[in-house]
C-alpha cells in the first residue's frame, strides 16, 4: 500500500467525498486554529480535499493557497471555492518561512512514519517563526491499509515521541474529539496545534 493508491483511491471517489465533507459544520475547529492567527494571515491548506476550510478561511477575510495530491479533488475544491487549488504532492513542498499558519485537516496522516517525517520538517520550514501548524490523526496505533487508503494513527504517546525529531516545533494544544460525520461518531481523532520556535 502506497501513497499511489491513496490518491486514486481519492480520484476515483473524489465526487462522493467532497459530498460527504464539505457541509459538515466545522467552524468550532477552524476558529481554534484561526484565533491564534492575526487577520489577513496567510495560510495553507494542505491536503484541502473538498475545499471546505479553504472557503471557510477565504470568507474570514485570510489569505489562502490550497494544494491537494487528487486531481479530481483539485478539479472539485476550486469549483467549490473559486480559487485556483493546486495539484501537488506533500513531498514537493519547498516554500521557505512562507505562511503564518499551516492547516493540515485529516491529511498527512495519510503518509507512511519516514515519508511524515520528511514532510513535517518541509512544513516547518515553510512556516514563518512563531507560525501555527494545524493537523489530526485518527485515535490510535494502527498503520496502514484501512478502507482502500493508507493511515498513520497516533495518540499523545506516539506523537509526542514522533515530534521530538522535529525540533524547530512543540505542541502548544493537543485534545481528542469524536467524528463530527454523520453516523462516525464512535470514532476519535487526536487534534494537535504546534508551533514554530
Known amino acids: 500500500m502506497n501513497i499511489k493508491s491513496t490518491i486514486d483511491y481519492y480520484n476515483t471517489n473524489a465526487g462522493e467525498f467532497a459530498k460527504g465533507t464539505k457541509n459538515v459544520d466545522f467552524a468550532h475547529m477552524q ?6 492567527l492575526t487577520r489577513k494571515a496567510s495560510i495553507l491548506d494542505f491536503g484541502c480535499g473538498s475545499g471546505r476550510d479553504t472557503k471557510y478561511f477565504l470568507e474570514q477575510g ?3 493557497e490550497a494544494i491537494d495530491g487528487s486531481k479530481e479533488l483539485c478539479k472539485l475544491a476550486s469549483e467549490y ?7 501537488m504532492l506533500f513531498q514537493e513542498l519547498n516554500e521557505i518561512e ?10 498527512i496522516l495519510h503518509l507512511p512514519y ?39 494513527d497516533m495518540t499523545e504517546e506516539t506523537f509526542a515521541k ?21 453516523g462516525r461518531g464512535e470514532e476519535q481523532w487526536l487534534n494537535l496545534i504546534l508551533r514554530k520556535r
Open 114 to 152: 519516514n515519508e511524515l517525517e520528511y514532510v513535517m520538517q518541509k512544513m516547518a520550514t515553510a512556516l514563518k517563526k512563531q507560525g501555527i501548524i494545524y493537523i489530526s490523526f485518527k485515535y490510535g496505533t494502527h498503520e496502514g491499509e484501512r478502507n482502500g487508503r493508507y493511515f498513520i
Open 162 to 182: 514522533f515530534i521530538e525529531k522535529i525540533p524547530q516545533l512543540s505542541i502548544e494544544e493537543q485534545w481528542v474529539t469524536t467524528d463530527v460525520r454523520p
Open 98 to 107: 512562507k505562511y503564518d499558519g499551516i492547516w493540515a485537516c485529516s491529511s
Open 62 to 64: 485570510y489569505t489562502v
Open 81 to 87: 471555492t473559486g480559487t485556483n487549488v493546486k495539484n
Open 31 to 36: 476558529n481554534r486554529f484561526l484565533d491564534k
